[in-house]
């Protein structure tokens, strides 16, 4: 079974910058859909970003031009480059991978620990 764990979070001011990291174990990583899922306080988790194992991207159109998602097949590694940083962007944000329509979809068992971020002067 493949595990993710996130990291890059943090503390930043508005119109700031945080690139996120999920790594992933698994020698099935390349060959998954990858998400990146934020979820407020008091709101439901929603779908950020998310990229097929070829490459493929899909945004929420709340971060359209402002978050990248990529990801680095050799690294067992996606990343969430996100930009232009704003308040509503706080919330604690997890990645999860799998079948396509199931990412899209967000119906996962299990989650890993999320990592925060605050946007905030």
């Known amino acids: 079974q493949v595990q993710f764990v996130e990291s890059g979070g943090g503390l930043v001011q508005p119109g700031g910058s945080l690139r996120l990291s999920c790594a992933a174990s698994g020698s099935i990583f390349s060959i998954y859909s990858m998400g990146w899922y934020r979820q407020a306080p008091g709101k439901q988790r929603e779908l950020v970003a998310a990229i097929t194992g070829g490459g493929s991207t899909i945004y929420a159109d709340s971060v359209k031009g402002r978050f990248t998602i990529s990801r680095d097949n050799a690294k067992n590694t996606v990343y969430l480059q996100m930009n232009s940083l704003k308040s509503e962007d706080t919330a604690v944000y997890y990645c999860?991978?799998?079948?396509?329509?199931?990412?899209?979809?967000?119906?996962?068992?299990?989650w890993g620990q999320g990592t925060q971020v605050t946007v905030s002067s």
């Open positions: 999860n991978g799998g079948p396509y329509d199931t990412v899209v979809a967000g119906t996962f068992h299990y």
